[in-house]
T-cell receptor
Framework: EAEVAQSPRYKITEKSQAVAFWCDPI?????LYWYRQILGQGPELLVQ????????DSQLPKDRFSAERLKGVDSTLKIQPAELGDSAMYLC???????????FGAGTRLSVL | GQQLNQSPQSMFIQEGEDVSMNCTSS?????WLWYKQDPGEGPVLLIA?????ELTSNGRLTAQFGITRKDSFLNISASIPSDVGIYFC??????????????FGTGTQLKVEL
C-alpha cells in the first residue's frame, strides 16, 4: 500500500540550531501539506503545495520557517533558528488533488532543548 | 487556529462496549472526516462523509454527517483493545484561492479496559 514517507522520525536539537524535515508523498499526488501538531491537540496546517507552487502559507511563521517542493514531488520543511516552542510533531500529508482525501505520514517528532 | 470541539475529551470503557463521540463546529463544512492516531504515528483515515445527513459504515465504525453540516458523530461497536488511540474529526473547506483546508477537532482519547 502506498504511503507518505517522512524522515527523520525523531530529531533532537538545541535552540538556535537549524533543522530540516523531508517528505515524499504518495506517487502521483499533486497536493502536499505540512502540519504541526502540539501534544494534546489536533494538527494545524503550516503550508500547502499544488505541484511545486505554494497555494497557502498563511500559517507558516516565515521569519524562521521555510518550505520548498522544487520539482513538485518531495518536499523539505526547514526551521532556522529553532526555538523551544517549536517542539512538536511535524506531519506531512498528500492528496491526489485539491479537495481530495489527505493521507498522512508517520511524522517527525522534534524536541528542541 | 480554529479547532472543532469534540466530546468527550477522553473515554475509558470496557472491551465489548459501544462507543460514541461527536464533533461540533460554528462553521459549515462540505466534507467531514474521521481519523485515528496511535501514539507516535500520523493520523489514519477511518471514514469520509460528503453529504449532509449521510450515514456511512466501515466495519464496526459508523459515522454520520449532521444535517446542519456543522456536526458529525462516530460510533464504534463492540470495542476491542486495538481501538485504543485518539480519534480526530476534521472538516474540509475548499478555499477561494485554490487550496483546501482541513480543520481538526480537539480529539477524543479512547482507552479500553480488558
Amino acid at each position: 500500500e502506498a504511503e507518505v514517507a517522512q524522515s527523520p522520525r525523531y530529531k533532537i536539537t538545541e535552540k538556535s540550531q537549524a533543522v530540516a524535515f523531508w517528505c515524499d508523498p504518495i506517487s502521483g499526488h499533486a497536493t502536499l501539506y505540512w502540519y504541526r501538531q502540539i501534544l494534546g491537540q489536533g494538527p494545524e496546517l503550516l503550508v500547502q503545495f499544488q505541484d511545486e507552487s505554494v497555494v497557502d502559507d498563511s500559517q507558516l511563521p516565515k521569519d524562521r520557517f521555510s518550505a520548498e517542493r522544487l520539482k513538485g514531488v518531495d518536499s523539505t520543511l526547514k526551521i532556522q533558528p529553532a526555538e523551544l516552542g517549536d517542539s512538536a510533531m511535524y506531519l506531512c500529508a498528500s492528496s491526489l488533488d485539491r479537495g481530495n482525501i489527505q493521507y498522512f505520514g508517520a511524522g517527525t517528532r522534534l524536541s528542541v532543548l | 487556529g480554529q479547532q472543532l470541539n469534540q466530546s468527550p475529551q477522553s473515554m475509558f470503557i470496557q472491551e465489548g462496549e459501544d462507543v460514541s463521540m461527536n464533533c461540533t463546529s460554528s462553521s459549515i463544512f462540505n466534507t467531514w472526516l474521521w481519523y485515528k492516531q496511535d501514539p507516535g504515528e500520523g493520523p489514519v483515515l477511518l471514514i469520509a462523509l460528503y453529504k449532509a445527513g449521510e450515514l456511512t459504515s466501515n466495519g464496526r465504525l459508523t459515522a454520520q454527517f449532521g444535517i446542519t453540516r456543522k456536526d458529525s458523530f462516530l460510533n464504534i461497536s463492540a470495542s476491542i483493545p486495538s481501538d485504543v488511540g485518539i480519534y480526530f474529526c476534521a472538516g474540509l473547506d475548499i478555499l477561494t484561492g485554490g487550496g483546501n483546508k482541513l480543520t481538526f477537532g480537539t480529539g477524543t482519547q479512547l482507552k479500553v479496559e480488558l
